[in-house]
């Protein structure tokens, strides 16, 4: 009986991981399948197209150069290589402003007509128009290559704008940045506070202490990630705005100082285990050759703790690059390069959570969230994997 047991739970436990496994493998395939999909948009919004005058040569346009024409940022054509000749913007709702209704027909039954009209009158012109509307009249205008969003516009881009019309702009670099430069100083910030609490708690603390903060410490990992950016939004952003005169107060630092709060229970936890495992013969025996308690904390306890020291490190380095909810509500989720920590940036986090509800489904900008999913997965996996080499290093060296 006892042996039809074990293999039975032998074989629930196999089906249980095979399961999960295969449940992980489909959901990452389906991330990645999304995010791809993004590329094989074209630059301009679906079932749209840019028309100019059969006498203007230019051919192609980048997302930010059509951005940039459409913004009235770019005023001549010879800025993006064409002739010497001022632009004229033209959208789909100007022929109300040029047409009458019984011109354009009751059901706009001419529209194309008119707007194949002005295109051709204009020379400088780039219309916006739908497709439907012109594909009788193609022959008679000049349509923009229909390319699809390069890799590089993407992974190198510098703006993040996608609701841009015409053409979404789907620049990631601001959001990476944003995300490493708040985590980066997180960690900075949690560290050498970390450090110092599990030495105390580990080396320093009466047992009666250590029983008191140690689980006091643990429950702050329970506390839901929204208190910590209420507290934020609350607390941390005014100080930071009466303190340095800001404008606003939701800055990089408020979000890295969010964080490192967030940050400290792990590395506290781990690095506090980590010492407390130094055998008790080392200590004595650093004591016994004349070493003082701080020489033999700094000398013998922590470089023998190094390796877990470092995996609560990246733990909590881990912890700060996922963290949304309180990032969300203290950095001001503004998507551009950070320059200073006291201006507003966005992390990926942030960004996926702030927009994937309102990014029409199987569209170029559900796809693009589903890139910057793929890409913290990547972020992740990486912090992972160091966790994994320490650890076993750790192993290695007991």
Request: aromatic share 8%; with cysteine.
């Amino acid at each position: 009986m006892k042996k039809w047991i074990d293999i039975l739970v032998r074989r629930i436990l196999t089906v249980s991981g095979f399961t999960t496994s295969a449940a992980i493998l489909l959901i990452i395939g389906f991330l990645f399948k999304e995010a791809v999909g993004l590329f094989g948009n074209p630059i301009v919004d679906k079932g749209y197209v840019l028309a100019l005058n059969p006498q203007n040569p230019v051919s192609s346009l980048s997302a930010q150069e059509i951005k940039n024409l459409f913004d009235e940022e770019i005023t001549n054509w010879k800025e993006v290589g064409g002739p010497d000749l001022p632009v004229k913007v033209f959208r789909l709702e100007d022929l109300d402003k040029l047409y009458t209704e019984a011109e354009l027909g009751a059901e706009y039954e001419r529209a194309g007509e008119k707007i194949t009209e002005q295109v051709e009158q204009n020379p400088g012109i780039i219309a916006f128009i739908p497709e439907v509307l012109v594909k009788p009249y193609t022959n008679k205008l000049h349509l923009i290559k229909d390319e699809t969003i390069p890799v590089k516009d993407v992974l190198l881009g510098t703006e993040w704008f996608p609701t841009a019309t015409p053409s979404p702009i789907f620049g990631i670099l601001p959001l990476i940045g944003g995300t490493l430069w708040v985590s980066f100083f997180a960690i900075l910030i949690a560290l050498p506070f970390g450090l110092a609490v599990s030495i105390y708690l580990a080396e320093v603390a009466s047992p009666e202490m250590r029983k008191f903060l140690k689980p006091v410490i643990e429950l702050l990992n329970g506390i839901p990630s929204v208190v910590y950016g209420f507290f934020g939004l609350a607390v941390i952003v005014p100080f930071l705005q009466h303190t340095f005169h800001l404008p606003v107060g939701e800055s990089g630092l408020a979000g890295s100082l969010v964080l490192a709060i967030m940050a400290l229970p792990t590395i506290i936890t781990v690095a506090e285990d980590a010492m407390r495992s130094c055998p008790r013969s080392m200590r004595e025996a650093s004591l016994a050759l004349g070493a003082t308690q701080w020489q033999t904390i700094y000398k013998v306890v922590i470089p023998f703790s190094i390796s877990g020291i470092t995996s609560g490190v990246v733990l909590g380095i881990g912890r700060a690059i996922g963290e949304t909810m309180a990032v969300l509500m203290v950095t001001g989720n503004a998507a551009v390069m950070p320059a200073s920590l006291l201006e507003p940036l966005r992390t990926i986090p942030a960004t996926i959570a702030a927009e994937l509800g309102e990014a029409p489904a199987g569209g170029a900008h559900y796809q693009a969230l589903f890139l910057l999913g793929v890409i913290l997965f990547f972020i992740t996996l990486i912090i992972n994997s160091c966790v994994e080499l320490v650890s076993a290093r750790n192993k290695n060296k007991h």
